[in-house]
């Protein structure tokens, strides 16, 4: 049923019984009070009565005995001037010994005496005693013991609020309830509609704002996240409202952000297939060109133009091979395919063996290989068959593009909770427009990146593998040369 109401209605109704329930509670609390404070009243009022009747009037005989028939006409008397009183003479164990209620009016014989001794104890007052006109009720009263040469006889029990006072009592405190119900009712429509338009002003007012923007997220969806995510802030406040709204507005960013990124990455892509095609297209056209030769001019052919055509066909056929493998391998890296297989080993020992591999082109071409080692150095935990490519790709590039008698250096060392290490050469270093693009998906549209001056895909695959591990690479600024700094986390 509450579910066909809206927010504000069900805020609003919410409020309403809340009132409804204070009212009513705040009714019954003040009545109670106000009972209370008349009965205390009353009581404190005439606590004195019956001692002074006792004074006046006799009650007891000279023998110390009562008297119905002599006491009838005194109590009639007595409550004619005073119609709210009930005069009655008890025991000292509570039995009515006489009284002047009308025929079929006493409900009980007996009351109990406790609440006459707490009475004359002096208590607290209101004290309530035993109605004799009830079987149940409990009413405030006077009382005063009557004795008789020190010995106690009885007591003189007087009910200050009888039965007629309890009519015309039931008469007012009717009326009082009934003008209180009115009033509570007008006062909780009252304030139950300033709190129905409080919440929607409030509450209801910015929760259909926010639920129209994010509704329309589902209408058109990217151009809605991206409006959304345009929108400022609200300020830093208690209201949970604009805190749910900044929290749709940071999530529309997130998605847009991402978005963009999944945008952007989708582009490069399409330029990556377009440039690998156009690369594979090349060296595969230069092949098939002497492969044809080789089949039609055959018999024409010298010796030696058949070796050379042999030649070239099979280093672009090597060609095709290798740029095709490094295809595979980043589209593994990049896809999950590869996962690091970790050991500790140490870094410096790796970089020896990697520098040994290649001593004899160093040599051949008179290169110089410093390794810089210091140690100890702290064991890496790393995938050593990953680690190793990244080292030998660096310092084949490094070999290829140092001219002869150059210098090559490798360096390794501790920085924090890092092992970082250098390649550094001193050929021509890389070109100023290139250093932006040089570990990100070639681009067909850039003409200025050819294959040869990126050194193919391996310095991609490099970054891959060192992401995997944690790490990363960067190209450092130097006075001459390339130089490449890598770090893997300890």
């Known amino acids: 049923m509450m579910r066909r109401f809206s927010l504000g209605q069900r805020l609003t109704l919410l409020f309403i019984l809340l009132l409804l329930l204070c009212a009513a509670v705040a009714c019954l609390v003040q009545m109670y009070s106000s009972q209370q404070y008349g009965n205390a009243m009353v009581q404190r009022l005439s606590s004195g009565l019956a001692q002074q009747i006792v004074q006046r009037e006799p009650i007891l005989d000279a023998q110390g005995r009562v008297d119905r028939r002599a006491l009838k006409p005194l109590f009639d008397r007595l409550m004619t001037f005073n119609p709210s009183v009930e005069l009655y003479v008890v025991s000292p164990e509570g039995e009515l010994l006489a009284d002047a209620a009308p025929a079929g009016h006493i409900q009980r014989q007996k009351i109990d005496i406790a609440p006459v001794q707490t009475f004359l104890s002096g208590a607290v007052m209101p004290v309530?005693?035993?109605?004799?006109?009830?079987?149940?009720?409990?009413?405030?009263?006077?009382?005063?013991?009557?004795?008789?040469?020190?010995e106690l006889r009885g007591y003189l029990y007087i009910i200050l609020q009888g039965e007629e006072s309890n009519v015309l009592a039931d008469i007012a405190w009717h009326k009082a309830l009934w003008s209180t119900a009115l009033w509570s009712l007008l006062l909780v429509a009252l304030f139950g509609l300033l709190a129905g338009l409080l919440v929607w002003y409030w509450v209801t007012r910015p929760v259909k704002r926010l639920t129209a923007e994010v509704t329309g997220l589902e209408q058109d969806s990217i151009s809605a996240i991206k409006q959304l995510a345009a929108q400022p802030l609200a300020s830093a406040t208690g209201d949970e409202v604009a805190t749910l709204r900044n929290t749709f507005i940071e999530l529309a960013r997130k998605i847009t952000s991402q978005w963009d990124q999944l945008a952007d990455s989708d582009r490069q892509r399409r330029e990556f297939i377009a440039n690998i095609s156009h690369d594979l297209r090349t060296p595969l056209t230069s092949l098939l060109g002497y492969l044809e030769t080789l089949s039609l001019k055959s018999a024409t052919l010298t010796p030696q133009e058949h070796q050379q055509y042999l030649t070239t066909a099979l280093r672009q056929g090597q060609k095709v091979r290798h740029l095709s493998q490094q295809l595979f391998e980043l589209a593994r890296l990049e896809h999950g395919g590869i996962k690091p297989q970790r050991e500790r080993f140490a870094m410096g020992e790796l970089i020896s063996d990697v520098a040994q591999k290649f001593e004899l082109t160093a040599r051949t071409r008179a290169l110089q290989l410093h390794i810089d080692v210091p140690g100890p150095l702290p064991l890496v935990n790393a995938d050593v068959s990953m680690i190793e490519r990244?080292?030998?790709?660096?310092?084949d590039n490094a070999i290829r593009h140092t001219?002869?008698?150059?210098?090559?250096?490798?360096?390794?060392?501790?920085?924090?909770?890092?092992?970082?290490?250098?390649?550094?050469?001193?050929?021509?270093?890389?070109?100023?427009?290139?250093?932006?693009?040089?570990?990100?998906?070639?681009?067909a549209l850039n003409t200025q990146a050819s294959r040869d001056n990126r050194g193919g895909l391996g310095l991609l695959i490099v970054k891959r593998m060192l992401e995997l591990h944690g790490g990363g690479i960067r190209l450092m600024d130097s006075v001459s040369g390339a130089r490449f700094r890598f770090f893997v986390p300890l």
């Not at 990244?390 to 310092?395: A, E, G, M, Q, S």
């Not at 060392?413 to 021509?428: C, F, I, T, Y």
């Open 128 to 150: 309530y005693g035993d109605d004799p006109r009830s079987t149940d009720k409990q009413k405030v009263f006077s009382a005063v013991p009557l004795r008789q040469d020190g």
């Open 390 to 395: 990244v080292v030998t790709n660096l310092l």
């Open 403 to 443: 001219p002869t008698g150059g210098e090559i250096r490798l360096a390794v060392w501790q920085e924090d909770e890092q092992l970082q290490v250098e390649v550094a050469d001193s050929g021509m270093g890389v070109d100023a427009a290139l250093r932006d693009d040089l570990f990100v998906r070639p681009s």
